[in-house]
């Protein structure tokens, strides 16, 4: 009887034993699948992140070498510009300056532009000019011009013409103008496109 016992006592604690660590094989198991899958899924999310990171600073990059690259080519075209307007500057201001503050040139001009107005019949004329030269062409354009033209001229002088005349139809209600600014851009627009290439190819 106490044989019996002890089989019994044994197979049941060996059973039970046994049922216990097949249990505990199988929560591992399924512990270490659940850990893999974890693992796994931090992996690939880890991989998500640092390809995300790296397309940001790619783009990033490509932005700024983009940028530099635009920013680089404007500073280089307005340093280039400056360069010509400093050359073109310098071969035209002072030429012009002389030309239009001499008496005898502006005489001249002033002769030559007011024909091509009374070109279709005498027109009567307003010329503003330098207050600089009153005393050397306000007998020429008050006198002798409106006689060649055979209209009536009215001077004015002014101290923001430093050089050149504005002219226009009296009544017209416009002037065209030969100032130093205007004759510097006009030349300046020719001299520009040779001086470039002569300055940068």
């Known amino acids: 009887m106490q044989n019996k016992l002890q089989e019994l006592t044994d197979k049941l604690y060996n059973e039970g034993l046994s049922k216990g660590r097949q249990e505990g094989e199988e929560l591992l198991a399924k512990a270490k699948t659940q850990a893999d899958e974890m693992i796994a899924k931090a992996q ?60 005898d ?20 004329l307003a010329i503003i000019l330098p207050e600089s030269l009153q005393k050397e062409l306000e007998p020429f354009v008050t006198k002798e011009l409106a006689k060649i033209l055979n209209a009536g001229v009215e001077a004015s002088f002014s101290k923001k013409i430093s050089g050149g005349f504005q002219i226009g139809p009296k009544d017209g209600g416009y002037f065209v103008s030969f100032s130093e ?9 020719y001299l520009r496109p040779a001086t470039k290439k002569l300055l940068f190819g």
């Open 44 to 103: 690939a999310e880890a991989d998500r992140i640092i390809a995300a990171a790296q397309k940001q600073a790619d783009e990033i990059k490509t932005k700024t070498a983009s940028d530099i690259r635009m920013a680089s080519n404007q500073s280089l075209a307005a340093t280039k510009k400056d360069i010509e307007t400093l050359v073109v500057g310098k071969m035209t201001d002072e030429a012009v300056k002389k030309a239009l503050t001499s008496a």
């Open 105 to 124: 040139f502006v005489k001249e001009l002033i002769k030559a532009v007011a024909e091509k107005f009374t070109t279709d019949g005498p027109v009567d």
């Open 181 to 189: 600014e205007t004759f510097n851009q006009l030349i300046s627009e």
